[in-house]
């Protein structure tokens, strides 16, 4: 398909174990975005991509977060020894950023539950 | 600190009514806004933007305006269906292109 795709859709883990959360932008999007939405909250950024500048990482809650973005394309959001506040949905968003007018194309969520 | 807000975390209308969701922000810098729908269990999608130097724009039986006196935005759905029912959200774009700020939503209920 075209639109953002997400892997898993679904992530249950234990407290303290890491886990790892793809994104798959529209090819040819040079920003990535990356967000938290807890239930029934609106959207928390977390850290945002742009071509090959370095990353705006000012929205990651703690050092257990971490993203990576490889070749421009593919993203990766690691959160490290997972506690249970980390439950929520965490949105990945790409866009052209041309001209600082463009909306960002969400994928459909990973729904990570930290037991 | 400037932050994005709903006035109403709720909405529920009858199928066929015109409906109006509103949001207010207070960074006088926004200059641009987006309107998202938030279906269950997917994520936001885009409805309609506008930019600080209009104050309305018209989409397929949606109005968004933009009052920057007093830093309101609302979303107007005509005739609005059961496909509607969903959670609307207001965002707001400051200087920087990943200075988007996201209201909580409200969520609006069609009853048939």
């Known amino acids: 398909g075209a639109g953002v795709s997400q892997s898993p859709s679904n992530k249950v883990t234990e407290k303290g174990k890491d886990v790892e959360l793809r994104c798959d932008p529209i090819s040819g999007h040079t920003a990535l975005y990356w967000y938290r939405q807890s239930l029934g909250q609106g959207l928390e950024f977390l850290i945002y991509?742009?071509?090959?500048?370095?990353?705006?990482k000012s929205g990651l809650p703690s050092d257990r977060f971490s993203a990576e973005r490889t070749g421009g394309s593919v993203s990766t959001l690691t959160i490290q020894r997972t506690q249970q506040e980390d439950s929520a949905v965490y949105l990945c968003?790409?866009?052209?950023?041309?001209?600082?007018?463009?909306?960002?194309?969400f994928g459909p969520g990973t729904r990570l539950t930290v037991l | 600190g400037e932050s994005v807000g709903l006035h109403l975390p709720t909405l529920s209308v009858q199928e066929g009514d015109n409906s109006i969701i509103n949001c207010a922000y207070s960074?006088?810098?926004?200059?641009?806004f987006i309107w998202y729908k938030q279906e269950s269990g997917k994520g936001p999608q885009f409805i309609i933007d506008?930019?600080?130097?209009?104050d309305k724009r018209q989409g397929q039986r949606v109005t968004v305006l933009l009052n920057k006196t007093v830093k309101h935005l609302s979303l107007q759905i005509a005739a609005t269906q059961p496909g509607d029912s969903a959670v609307y959200f207001c965002a707001e774009k400051g200087r920087r292109n990943n200075d988007m700020r996201f209201g909580a939503g409200t969520r609006l209920t069609v009853k048939p």
């Open positions: 506008i930019r600080s130097n209009m």
């Open positions: 968003a790409s866009s052209l950023d041309r001209g600082g007018y463009n909306e960002q194309f």
């Open positions: 960074n006088s810098a926004s200059d641009y």
């Open positions: 991509f742009q071509g090959n500048s370095a990353p705006d």
